[in-house]
């Protein structure tokens, strides 16, 4: 039964609110002795006129609160609250039962039922190297879309590829200048980087040597936006070739995307988006440029056309937007964009809705930080301190290989090299999703490697490890011939199973709340707390050689559902489990 949603039900009827809005209302309350859902009455003061406590307590004896509960349920009040208890026994059964009939799925649900939505993360800009800045919007926007579609939406996964601009003008010349081919068969987007950045130093000889290579790269661009066959041969390569590199780190994380339209894609709508700012008189000049004024909205105007005719980045998002629209008709339309791309949002978003397409409020920017390492230094292109994705993860993978290979040693050596491999590409790469993911998106990051392959801290090994001593006790129980049945589960009452069964209702409000605010850390707060929860229960009490069957069998069943639970999180969030380690 769910608990939640009857107590919701009982409190509308007592109260004559809305149920969705008792819904949004009700609380967890921080501690557990506080029972397990609260309410505050404070929402009732204006229209009763009376003093919340005295709401509460007049409301505590309504018989209607307990309804359908079976005596399950009581009621108190601390203050201006109601507080709902839940028989720990009835909780525990109720709980163990839906989770190990859910299995690693539990915490779906399917209030996305029907509806599209569009999500766009990672979108790199073609022949420039992957970093892993590039990583947190790759794996927020992941863990987003996996969220998304455990709630029943149909999420699109959209890379909107930075595969267009003047640059591609530079690099083309570049390329017939000093281009090496088989570098470029070797590994082309350092050889793109390397005759990119002689582009530039090259413009740096004389001011003549500059204009000619700007006169060339800009006839080179044009060449290209009017589809000359040898420059549009040029470019698709630069963008294959790029596209295939990044998507073997895609793979390697375990990224799909089903969407590749990049800028480029959207250039040949530009003109529809112009003429249609147009025919709603939105678009005006300014200093030579096209652009649409959003001083009532207190924005800087969105330039549209540049003064050399020109379309730019926020004409390509315009274009893409309502392309999607059109071909979606999505219910929500994300952007896994970092937070310095704001104001641009902000800009695409007011001028849609200027041009009165009322989709602009199922637009949404969900911006992140940055990245640092722990001495407070960014993770910048210019900074010329670029750390690749690629690299990055090897050395994590290579770090976590060490602790995993010298744990085996300690128990005697009981993995092979091949295990070692195989558990640290998992563990490794879920540390570095983790640390991504574990706080508030629009915090900056401190990396430090020791703190991300803390084995006992708040770190995706941590979690991946109570995992795999949850599924080595279960392995143990199989050979010792127990086959655990769920009728005793009721019996688990004592406080750290309780502290337990808890943390792992909680869970599947953590993950609609994580989808409702684009948060993944909800989830991984909550998977968290749960293993917090189950090592101290573990820790305190014997399982296998329990005094009593029944009590052996709840808590073998109770050790499933947390590990189911912890599978089904960390997948939210992209991470993979390993049943050893
Ligand atoms: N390619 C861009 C960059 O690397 C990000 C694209 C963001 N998405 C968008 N629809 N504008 O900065």
Redesign the pocket.
């Known amino acids: 039964m769910d608990y939640k949603d009857q107590i919701a039900t009982n409190l509308s009827v007592c109260t004559g609110l809305d149920k969705a809005q008792v819904e949004g209302l009700i609380e967890i309350p921080p501690k557990l002795e506080l029972g397990d859902y609260a309410f505050p009455c404070f929402v009732l003061a204006k229209t009763l006129r009376k003093a919340p406590p005295m709401i509460a307590n007049e409301l505590k004896d309504s018989p209607e609160l307990v309804k359908g509960f079976d005596g399950a349920v009581t009621v108190d009040t601390a203050g201006p609250y109601i507080n709902f208890r839940i028989d720990r026994g009835v909780l525990a059964k109720s709980v163990v039962s839906e989770i190990l009939e859910a299995g690693d799925q539990y915490g779906n649900r399917n209030i996305g039922e029907g509806k599209n939505v569009i999500i766009?993360f990672s979108?790199?800009?073609i022949a420039k190297p992957f970093h892993v800045g590039?990583a947190f919007?790759t794996i927020l926007g992941n863990s987003l879309s996996n969220i998304y579609t455990r709630l029943g939406y149909n999420v699109i996964r959209f890379n909107?590829?930075?595969d267009y601009g003047t640059q591609f003008g530079k690099l083309i010349t570049a390329y017939r200048l000093w281009g090496d081919e088989a570098a470029m068969q070797e590994n082309p987007i350092d050889e793109l980087t390397r005759i990119y950045v002689k582009f530039h130093d090259e413009c740096k000889v004389s001011p003549e040597r500059e204009k000619e290579l700007e006169d060339v790269a800009r006839d080179n661009f044009r060449k290209l936006e009017e589809g000359e066959a040898e420059e549009v041969a040029l470019w698709t390569r630069f963008r294959e070739l790029s596209l295939e590199v990044f998507e073997k780190t895609y793979a390697r994380m375990g990224i799909k995307f089903d969407n590749y339209n990049g800028?480029s894609f959207y250039s040949s709508r530009i003109p529809g988006v112009v003429k249609m700012l147009e025919d709603k008189n939105l678009l005006e000049e300014s200093e030579g440029a096209r652009v649409v004024k959003l001083d009532d909205l207190n924005l800087p105007p969105c330039l549209v056309v540049k003064s050399d005719g020109t379309t730019i980045?926020a004409s390509?998002?315009l274009a893409?937007v309502l392309y999607r629209h059109e071909e979606f008709n999505f219910h929500k339309n994300i952007?896994v964009?970092?937070l310095p791309?704001q104001l641009?949002?902000k800009q695409v978003f007011a001028v849609l809705k200027k041009a009165g397409y009322d989709f602009a409020d199922d637009c949404v920017h969900v911006g992140f930080g940055l990245l640092k390492f722990k001495d407070n230094k960014a993770f910048s292109t210019r900074a010329g301190n670029i750390i690749k994705l690629d690299e990055f993860l090897d050395k994590t993978t290579e770090k976590t290989a060490e602790i995993i290979r010298k744990n085996s040693e300690l128990r005697g050596g009981d993995m092979t090299d091949e295990q070692i491999a195989k558990v640290s590409e998992v563990v490794g790469l879920g540390a570095v999703s983790y640390t991504y993911l574990k706080a508030g998106r629009e915090k900056d990051i401190f990396f430090d490697w020791d703190d991300m392959l803390d084995f006992e801290g708040d770190t995706a090994p941590y979690l991946i490890y109570t995992y795999a001593r949850i599924k080595s006790i279960l392995r143990k129980a199989e050979d010792q011939g127990v086959k655990a049945n769920a009728d005793s589960v009721n019996c688990l009452t004592a406080e750290d199973e309780y502290a337990v069964i808890r943390s792992l209702a909680d869970f599947k409000d953590a993950v609609v709340k994580a989808a409702e605010s684009y948060e993944p850390f909800m989830i991984s707060r909550q998977i968290a707390l749960i293993a917090r929860n189950f090592n101290r229960f573990y820790n305190n009490s014997r399982i296998l050689n329990c005094d009593s069957a029944e009590a052996r069998d709840a808590r073998l069943k109770l050790c499933e559902a947390v590990a189911d639970t912890l599978k089904s999180g960390l997948d939210m969030l992209g991470i993979g489990v390993v049943e050893k380690m």
């Open positions: 766009e979108s790199p800009n590039h919007t909107h590829l930075g800028e980045y390509r998002d893409a952007y964009v970092g791309q641009h949002f």
